[in-house]
């Protein structure tokens, strides 16, 4: 078990630049979300998606922000144009199909830096 | 929206005491999850609860909740410096992982 893989680890780039985080899901699990962590605010959920279908995008902070899932082993998160207050640690996560309450498996997270 | 609340914030303590952390929802919850994330590291999946007034342990750990499934702890007996992190719970008052809302966590720091 491979886990949820996240790339890059860490990203440091200028306010105004694009920036894309990557996340690859445990196969066979068919849901995917998108996690802010802060000190200020924990850990918010931005976006959810079910079966590649985006289910709940009602956490993403505002029109820069994007997220797209284009099969179910890859899903990408944009930001365009970043700011440092999108300076935080991004998770990806994914649960299993088959139970109401699955577990969130979380990737190790991308820890962005926006000057 | 659903809120979920944990107290402490942060909590210090010397090793080999015993330490408890409280969670909150503003709405009855249909389960609870609970979560350790290592300093640096992520959160990891710790245990789930489904039943009202439900209690499991994990070793030294001791999780509840509540009778009317809006609140939860953490207990943990004789601490050890391998339990430093922060502990999550996560709460769902719907049918799926889409209404998972997490507290703010409880930091544990452990004095040697």
């Known amino acids: 078990d491979a886990g949820v893989i996240q790339s890059p680890r860490h990203e440091v780039t200028e306010m105004g630049q694009e920036v894309t985080l990557r996340c690859k899901p445990i196969?066979?699990?068919?849901?995917l979300f998108w996690y802010r962590q802060t000190m200020m605010r924990g850990l918010e959920l931005l976006i959810y998606?079910?079966?590649?279908?985006?289910?709940?995008d009602s956490g993403m902070p505002e029109d820069r922000f994007s997220a797209k899932m284009p099969n179910a082993s890859f899903s990408t998160l944009k930001i365009q144009p970043s700011e440092p207050r999108d300076s935080a640690v991004y998770f990806c996560?994914?649960?299993?199909?088959?139970?109401?309450?699955?577990?969130?498996?979380f990737g190790n997270g991308t820890r962005l830096t926006v000057t | 929206g659903q809120q979920v609340m944990q107290i402490p914030q942060y909590q210090h303590v010397q090793e080999g005491e015993d330490f408890t952390t409280y969670c909150n929802s503003s709405?009855?919850?249909?389960?609870i999850q609970w979560y350790k994330q290592r300093p640096g590291g992520h959160p990891v999946f710790l245990i789930q609860?489904?039943?009202?007034?439900e209690v499991k342990k994990q070793k030294r750990l001791t999780f509840q909740f509540g009778e009317a499934k809006k609140n939860s702890s953490l207990h943990i007996t004789a601490t050890q410096t391998t339990d430093v992190g922060t502990y999550f719970c996560?709460?769902?008052?719907?049918?799926?992982?889409?209404?998972?809302?997490f507290g703010k966590g409880t930091h544990l720091i452990i004095q040697p």
């Open positions: 196969s066979g699990h068919n849901s």
């Open positions: 609860l489904v039943k009202s007034g």
């Open positions: 996560a709460g769902e008052s719907g049918g799926g992982a889409d209404g998972l809302t």
């Open positions: 709405t009855t919850l249909s389960n």
């Open positions: 998606f079910n079966n590649n279908v985006p289910i709940d």
């Open positions: 996560a994914s649960s299993p199909p088959g139970h109401p309450y699955s577990p969130l498996h």
